[in-house]
Structures are given as structure tokens and as C-alpha cells.
């Protein structure tokens, strides 16, 4: 069973408002992933680092949404002023980093903007 | 550009029988296949993964059938159970680069009683 834990569970933002989250990888994972799961199922990789440091990112996740990892404490992604196509599940998601191996993926947290 | 394509959206079979999903894929490259299982409220979790080396993997009920050179592959549930009642995506990535994962837009498999 994955332990990647994911806060908040729901988050319902204005449009334009600041919307932050919260991911606590698996213990012992260097490697975290950030997806954005649509309504339609179409999952979009948005971000990854490797312990601290930025490793892929898209050139949406470099314009209005930041990320960060610190050394001990939670990793978050925020996005700065969020538009209604910003509604979805948020997957977090931790691994080895090793290769050919298993993304363990959080619950998400479902942000809703109105 | 759908790079993992999986041709049904949903797919309903009686228990007991046998479920096939089925995926195809556009990027030569890619060489990890990981099927993830994901139900309501949850986030997906790992099924069963292959790798373009093999043509088929098997872990209980699960079997991954690989073809590399038509660029396809498809997941069989044998026995199918209500509890496998959920969305099935299949995912694919360049395994050597920690790559990120590429998922397919999923089926829905429902299983009747």
C-alpha cells in the first residue's frame, strides 16, 4: 500500500486565488512526481525532482505554478492564480528513482475553482 | 498527440470471465509498460508492469501480453471479480531516465455478478 500522503484531501479556490499543496513522499524516495488528472482521465506529468533540485518541468508548471521540495518537510505545489481549467485531482507521486520501477502514487487532493 | 492510446473506455464483463484491455503506443523509445489500477477517490496504484524485453508477464490473475513490433500490448484478467470493478491505465515511459510516465486515457472495466 502506497504511503505518499497527500493534504488537503479538497481544496475550492476563486478564480485568481493562490492554491497550495501538500506531499509527503514515501520514506526513503528521492524522486517525486507531480500529475494533474483531468475529469477526463488525461493525466498530465507536470513536475519531478530528485531529492531537492528540479529534474523536468513543463512550461506550464514554469509559468504560474511553482513547486518545491525542502529537506525535510513536505513537498508543495502551488499555483499562483488559478483558472477554472485548473480543476482536477492533483497526484503526487514518490520513487527510487532507479529506472523501469514503480510510481507510488497519494489519494490527490481534488481542487475545485469556481 | 495521444503517444498511449487505449481503445475502449469502458469495457463490462460477467464474473468470471475473462477481461481484456487492450493499448497501443507511438513512441519507439518507450521500454517500461506499468498498468495501474485507480478507484473512485483513490490515486492509481501499480498493477502489473512489463518491460519491452519480454513478450508476456504474469502475476496471478493478471497477465501482460507484449508485441513489440506492432507497438502494442494488452492487459487479461482472468476470473474477473466485482472487486476489479475500476479504471485500468496503461502507462509507458523510457525506463532508464526515471522517466515520467505517459498514461493512456483508461478503461473503465465493470464486472456483473
Known amino acids: 500500500n502506497s504511503k505518499v500522503i497527500q493534504t488537503p484531501r479538497y481544496l475550492v479556490k476563486g478564480q485568481g486565488q493562490k492554491a497550495k499543496m501538500r506531499c509527503i513522499p514515501e520514506?526513503?524516495?528521492?524522486?517525486v512526481f507531480w500529475y494533474q488528472q483531468n475529469k477526463n482521465n488525461e493525466f498530465k506529468f507536470l513536475i519531478n525532482?530528485?531529492?531537492?533540485?528540479?529534474?523536468?518541468q513543463i512550461d506550464m508548471t514554469e509559468k504560474r505554478f511553482s513547486a518545491e521540495c525542502p529537506s525535510n518537510s513536505p513537498c508543495s505545489l502551488e499555483i499562483q492564480s488559478s483558472e477554472a481549467g485548473d480543476s482536477a485531482l492533483y497526484l503526487c507521486?514518490?520513487?527510487?528513482?532507479?529506472?523501469?520501477?514503480?510510481?507510488?502514487f497519494g489519494s490527490g487532493t481534488r481542487l475545485t475553482v469556481l | 498527440q495521444q503517444q498511449v492510446r487505449q481503445s475502449s473506455q469502458s469495457l463490462t464483463v460477467w464474473e468470471g470471465e475473462t477481461a481484456i484491455l487492450n493499448c497501443s503506443y507511438e513512441?519507439?523509445?518507450?521500454?517500461?509498460f506499468p498498468w495501474y489500477q485507480q478507484f473512485p477517490g483513490e490515486g492509481p496504484a501499480l498493477l502489473i508492469a512489463?518491460?519491452?524485453?519480454?513478450d508476456k508477464k504474469e502475476d496471478g490473475r493478471f497477465t501482460i501480453f507484449f508485441n513489440k513490433r506492432e507497438k502494442n500490448l494488452s492487459l487479461h484478467i482472468k476470473d474477473s471479480q466485482p472487486g476489479d470493478s475500476a479504471t485500468y491505465f496503461c502507462?509507458?515511459?523510457?525506463?532508464?531516465?526515471?522517466?515520467?510516465?505517459?498514461f493512456g486515457q483508461g478503461t473503465k472495466l465493470s464486472i456483473k455478478p
Open positions: 502507462a509507458a515511459s523510457v525506463g532508464y531516465n526515471q522517466g515520467k510516465l505517459i
Open positions: 513512441n519507439s523509445a518507450f521500454d517500461y
Open positions: 520514506k526513503g524516495h528521492p524522486v
Open positions: 507521486a514518490s520513487s527510487l528513482g532507479q529506472g523501469w520501477e514503480t510510481l507510488y
Open positions: 525532482f530528485q531529492n531537492q533540485e528540479v529534474l523536468q
Open positions: 512489463i518491460r519491452s524485453v519480454s
